[in-house]
Nanobody
């Protein structure tokens, strides 16, 4: 049973930083890709970033390029999303997800397992 547990969300002022964590368990993830998505109230869930566990390749949404960094710590089975230069429009619930392929296309339907989400609120 795959389990994804996100943490690290909170309230931050515009320009600030947060680091989200996603602890993965229940399977060997070394051949998969991991991703972060977000969903703001009244909006569809959207892709933020993805990383391939075997290759380390990454992919980012244009809206977060240069501000967010996705990374993996293999020994901890944990994926991180470092978010710098946060803006009010980054406010959303952030979800961690697993794609049972090593590719980082960032397509929502590719992802098979999801965490419960963590709230990020950026005040202006």
């Amino acid at each position: 049973q795959v389990q994804l547990v996100e943490s690290g969300g909170g309230l931050v002022q515009a320009g600030g930083s947060l680091r989200l964590s996603c602890a993965a368990s229940g399977r060997t993830f070394s051949s998969y890709a991991m991703g972060w998505f977000r969903q703001a109230p009244g909006k569809e869930r959207e892709f933020v970033a993805a990383i391939s566990w075997p290759s380390g390749s990454t992919n980012y949404a244009d809206s977060v390029k240069g501000r967010f960094t996705i990374s993996i710590v293999n020994v901890k089975n944990t994926v991180y999303l470092q978010m710098n230069g946060l803006k009010p429009e980054d406010t959303a619930v952030y979800y961690c997800a697993v794609d049972q392929s090593p590719f980082v296309r960032g397509i929502l339907s590719d992802f098979d397992y999801w965490g419960q989400g963590t709230q990020v609120t950026v005040s202006s």
